[in-house]
């Protein structure tokens, strides 16, 4: 299905369902309205299927139970993780672990890409 627009490129919202790791629907980042779902059977398992990437842009948790969420959180080996929202905020540091990114944007930590920073060394 395609809006009506003389040119440019168009992705309908898509699901991909019944993924695994060695797709390469999952194993690459789609910028884009696409869902990839790989089914897994405990919290540990879909905690490494989720770290089994060449990236670490953003990940999402979504429970009932916040302080699991948050324990979950902790083991993604990715630079942002949403709790039960896909907010961001602006006022944190912003960039992604592995091939999705070094430095950070956003709040104070953003500043850093504007600095020259400088080193005197003097014998002691």
């Given at each position: ?61 979504f ?40 430095g ?21």
């Amino acid at each position: 299905e395609r809006p009506d627009f003389p040119t440019g490129f168009y992705v309908a919202p898509t699901l991909i369902a019944n993924c695994n790791n060695t797709m390469k629907a999952v194993r690459e980042e789609i910028f884009g309205p696409v869902v990839v779902v790989v089914p897994f059977d405990t919290e540990d398992e879909a905690i490494a299927i989720a770290n089994d990437s060449d990236f670490g842009l953003y990940s999402y948790v979504f429970s009932k139970d916040t302080s699991r969420a948050w324990e979950v959180a902790k083991r993604l080996r990715a630079g942002n993780v949403g709790i039960n929202s896909l907010q961001r905020n602006n006022e944190a540091p912003f960039g992604g672990f592995k091939q999705s990114g070094v430095g950070r944007d956003g709040g104070s930590f953003g500043l850093y890409a504007y600095s020259e920073m400088q080193s005197i060394v003097w014998p002691a």
